[in-house]
Structure formats: structure tokens, C-alpha cells
């Protein structure tokens, strides 16, 4: 998949897309569609003096330059309105227009800075854009969800039954794979396995959703191994962990959840002692 060039020159003004023009873009209303020349304010551009060489990868690509620190506390607030406001995303989506492909490849550039274990990059990224092949996974994926929600006794929310209803018309499906199957029951082993493999999906629907693209993180695929294998002709010792299926967002009003503050859920020191004064009183989402 061709990645685009950055320009790194001295009189560039392009700074890490992870936290200037993709995050602050984010922040500037969520009915404005992603604009890739926003500039975020008050960031310094950088110069071959002030920062390191370019680290070469892919096939004639360079890492943009490093941000210096005060230019990551400048964007902050941008950063932690992305964080809290991450959520899936199953109706208010443009459904016809389809993902920049090159843009899809920037966020999975900083999926991958994600921290990972022994296993190494073991991590790969099947984008599924024909409609045949789309139409496969959603059809397999409402069959587990009914399936799911029999067993469980649970009634399929309306705006799940939204997603699966139009999966099939989704603009790309992302599937994050591992290129080696899972370890045995032992926790160790399943916290590195995972845990080495999980964070860069998380990181994925982040850098995603400040280019204004939503995603919705679904798992009920990884219960059909070999159906998921077969459909994408995956090598038999590989396994399918997280699909997300993508479109550009279009009307989508993100806010925060309600979730308990850090006060009810952090200890200090040993398991029920809490913070002192209980943390901060108002909660995370006050």
C-alpha cells in the first residue's frame, strides 16, 4: 500500500500528525470534515536544525520529525478531548465515501508505535475493501451475533442491529491479525500474547478518530477462526483478533461517557485502600 511522503525539508511546517493537524482537527467541531492542511496553533515548525534526521522505512518514506515536549503540552487539551471521546461508531457514518487509503496507512504507521512484548511486530493489518469479501465477513458476523445473543439471553442493542444491518456497506473493515495463534490458558502467557497485539488495534481507532473516522471495535469474529482464515486465505497458524469497520464520520456528536471517576476505582498502595480525600472529588467526567 503506497504511504505518502513527508516533507521533512528545513522550511517545512509539518509536525507529528499524531497530536497537531489530525488531533486538533478533532477538536475544531465534529461536523467539519478532516482538513489535512490544518496547522494546529501556536506549534513551532521544525528545521534540520532543530530536529533529529529522518529515520528511513517502507519503500522511500521517512518518519515526520519528533515533537519536542513543550509542543506536546501546547496540544494537550486536544489529546485528552481525543482519549475520552473515542466511541464506537455504528450509524453516523458516509457510507459512500470511500477511505483514503493513504491516510488509512498513516494511522496504522502510529498503530504500530504501540507498545508490544517477546512476540516482536507480530501484528498485521488486513484491509477489506472489496465488496464480495465484505459482504462475507458481515453476513458471518450477524450469524455470530444472533448466535451470542441466544446463548447469552441478551437482546441485541438497535444501534448494533444498525451496524449489522449495513456492515455489508461498509466503506473498509480493518482486521487486526497476529501471524502467530494464541498461547495456552495460562494467564502469563495470555496477558504477553495479547497484550502485545491489543494495544496497537486500540491505538488504531484513536489516531482514526482525530482524522475524524469512525470505527467500532468488534471481537465476535475472532470465535470463527477458520471461517475468518478461509475468507481471507490467512495462513493456518495465524489468528484474527479485532475487526473494525470504517467510515468517515458524518453527524457523529462525540462526548464523554459516563464512567466512575478515578476516586471509586483506583487504590493506593493495597487493593481498597483509597486515594487520599477520595481522589479528585468531581470525577473524571465533571
Known amino acids: 500500500m503506497p504511504v505518502r511522503r513527508r516533507n521533512t525539508g528545513a522550511n517545512s511546517r509539518h509536525v507529528s500528525p499524531a497530536v497537531s ?138 444501534t448494533q442491529r444498525a451496524l449489522v444491518n449495513r456492515l455489508h456497506e461498509i466503506p473498509a473493515m480493518v482486521l487486526v491479525c497476529a501471524t502467530t495463534p494464541p498461547p495456552g490458558l495460562e494467564i502469563g502467557q495470555q496477558v504477553g500474547y495479547y497484550g502485545s497485539l491489543l494495544p496497537a488495534a486500540w491505538s488504531l481507532m484513536l489516531a482514526l478518530r482525530a482524522r475524524h473516522i469512525g470505527a467500532t471495535w468488534t471481537s465476535l469474529l475472532s470465535a470463527r477462526q477458520a471461517e475468518v482464515r478461509a475468507i481471507l486465505r490467512m495462513p493456518e497458524d495465524s489468528a484474527h483478533l479485532v475487526m473494525l469497520p470504517i467510515g468517515y464520520m458524518k453527524g457523529a456528536r462525540l462526548r464523554r461517557a459516563d464512567r466512575l471517576p478515578a476516586a471509586a476505582v483506583t487504590y493506593l498502595d493495597s487493593w481498597g485502600t483509597m486515594l487520599p480525600d477520595g481522589g479528585r472529588e468531581t470525577g473524571s467526567d465533571q
Request: with cysteine; aromatic share 8%; hydrophobic share 40%.
Open 21 to 158: 493537524n489530525t488531533v486538533m482537527s478533532a477538536c475544531a467541531g465534529e461536523q467539519v470534515p478532516y482538513d489535512r492542511h490544518f496547522r494546529a496553533p501556536r506549534v513551532r515548525p521544525y528545521s534540520t536544525k532543530s530536529a533529529p534526521p529522518p529515520i528511513p522505512f517502507a519503500a522511500g518514506c521517512v518518519y515526520p520529525p519528533v515533537m519536542q515536549e513543550s509542543d506536546i503540552t501546547t496540544a494537550l487539551d486536544a489529546i485528552d478531548h481525543v482519549l475520552a471521546t473515542a466511541r464506537s461508531i455504528r450509524r453516523n457514518l458516509d457510507f459512500h465515501r470511500p477511505i483514503d487509503l493513504d491516510e488509512l496507512a498513516s494511522c496504522i504507521d502510529i498503530a504500530t508505535q504501540a507498545p508490544t512484548g517477546a512476540a516482536g511486530e507480530n501484528w498485521r493489518f488486513v484491509v477489506v475493501t472489496d465488496a464480495s469479501t465484505k459482504a462475507s465477513l458481515a453476513a458471518l458476523y450477524g450469524a455470530v451475533l444472533d448466535e451470542f445473543s441466544q446463548l447469552r439471553g441478551v437482546t441485541i442493542k438497535s
